[in-house]
């Protein structure tokens, strides 16, 4: 964490160079995404499909989508680093396990490393709830692995697509703007150094 403040220091304040801004905010993860999930605050909806072989999470919050295999496979190697991890699911009993490892450590989720490992328990407790449990690990940055719960509850009506903002405008104007307002008070305190 040191080292990645260290960094963003060097790149100066917030609106002085793109990589300053959130991840969020340069469209490429947003809250929710996970794992694990979580509450993004708005558009934190997910559809779920699975046929033998994969389960599919889409998160509406920028539209991301883990595939997780069911086949047994093996974790990924080690080198095979991703912004929401390598997933591995099975079944045990009624409820669906999915373990994931080799985060890239660009989204620190609750301030996590690129070491975390999430453990995921999905249980169909009627036909409009699962429980939700995860299991977070990451021994660079506590002590001992850690757990939530929460409820997803079906809702009716269709997943809309978050397409951020196209070509990122947003942040460009940002950027732009600050630039001006650099400019503007230079020049302010070039005219009142004359006076």
Sequence with gaps: MADREEAA?????????IENGSLGERCLIMAGAGPPMMDAGYNSNYQIVQNRDYVMILVEMIH???LIPLDGREQADSNVRQWMGTPRGHWEGDTLVVETANFNGKNPI???TENKRVTERFTRIDAETIVYRFTIEDE???TRPWSAELLLKETIGPI????CHEG????ANTLAGARMEERLATEAAAVQKKN
């Design 160 to 163: 809309f697509e978050h397409a």
């Design 64 to 66: 991301d989508a883990r």
């Design 140 to 142: 660079t940055m506590w």
């Design 110 to 112: 609750f301030r996590s």
């Design 168 to 171: 990122n405008y947003g942040m």
């Design 9 to 17: 220091r060097l790149r100066g304040g917030r609106y002085d160079a």
